[in-house]
């Protein structure tokens, strides 16, 4: 029982929520860029949120299925098919031995997540399956899927078609427009100067295609501190903004090292970060300060909304079980 790649796509691997605690040893966390996403490509498969992903980026794989499962794909529109039938993100599918699964270009945000009912039948590594590609680290796979690659599954099982999915609404924060990314002040937010903390929140940043699971490198109004000296290397993170000496802003992301020697001016609030992950290289991005208690109102909302989703689906779930 299994899914096989044979056809690469850019950029596939297999992702979770992250491998933490050894970031002290000079481990990345890893794990899926667009958390969100991946937790609602679970929920429709009456996954645990957290269960392993595959996350496939830029360009989609084709993949072929050994096994009868149910799969559902969240995130980025990669006009996916099954055997040359669209299928609509959010919504569970069945597929069958044999059948094939075709994903093309991202036509909207970066990143797609397909997730099979029961998981994958893979050891964690470290307490994880996250794959950690700049490090080649996460065990069985620990690098960009190929083509050959064989994906064992838990189990094979079968569900009759179904006429519900996930909002679309879900995945709106992937529009392909200007994105405010909110942030509180970094630990050296204070060393920049007052021109430079003015056009960080007023002017338009891009990514530029640089950018990859390490970071997000941007352009645009460059900043400048007003306080020299050495700044002694220190704890950094998914969402951490520093600007290096071109004053140009990098966004550490999932795959970030675990400090940072550059000044931070800011860290990106948690809630945003699947609108970051999504953001595609020249697409423009506004900075908007916030304050610590409406970062944690945030997350609590998504925390909620997500409880909410999957209460809805479980529900679905249990009535086609009995």
């Not at 297999?14 to 970031?23: A, K």
């Not at 970060?273 to 908007?288: K, N, T």
Request: proline share 6%; with cysteine.
């Amino acid at each position: 029982m299994a899914l096989r790649i044979i056809e690469e796509g850019l950029q596939t691997s297999i992702q979770d929520t992250g491998r933490y605690g050894f970031q002290s040893a000079g481990f990345s966390v890893s794990g899926a860029m667009d958390i969100w996403s991946a937790a609602l490509a679970n929920i429709a498969v009456n996954n645990d949120p957290s269960q392993a992903v595959l996350e496939m980026s830029y360009v989609g794989p084709s993949i072929t299925f050994e096994a009868d499962t149910v799969i559902a794909l969240a995130g980025a529109d990669m006009a996916a098919k099954i055997n040359g039938k669209p299928i609509q993100l959010g919504k569970p599918v069945s597929v069958k031995n044999a059948d094939t699964l075709q994903l093309r270009t991202a036509r909207r945000g970066l990143h797609c997540y397909l997730a099979v009912k029961g998981g994958f039948n893979i050891p964690d590594f470290l307490g994880s399956k996250s794959a950690s590609l700049k490090d080649q680290l996460g065990g069985s796979f620990c690098g960009k899927l190929q083509a050959g690659d064989t994906i064992p599954i838990s189990f094979s099982t079968k569900a009759p078609s179904v006429s519900w999915r996930l909002s679309p609404k879900l995945f709106d924060y992937i529009s392909g427009k200007q994105t405010t990314i909110r942030f509180l002040e970094g630990r050296q937010y204070h060393w920049f100067t007052r021109h430079s903390l003015s056009d960080f929140t007023s002017t338009v940043y891009t990514s530029t295609p640089q950018s990859n699971r390490m970071g997000y490198r941007l352009q645009g109004t460059p900043l400048k501190v007003q306080t020299e000296g050495d700044l002694v290397t220190e704890a950094a993170g998914f969402g951490t903004i520093q600007v290096p000496p071109d004053g140009q802003p990098i966004i550490l992301m999932a795959e970030s090292q675990p400090t940072g020697g550059y000044p931070k001016i800011g860290q990106v609030i948690h809630s945003d970060l699947p609108a970051l992950s999504q953001i595609r290289p020249g697409q423009p991005i506004v900075f908007q300060m916030t304050t610590v208690d409406n970062a944690l109102q945030e997350w609590e909302n998504t925390i909620r909304q997500l409880a909410m989703v999957k209460r809805i689906s479980d529900k679905k779930w249990e009535e086609w079980e009995t």
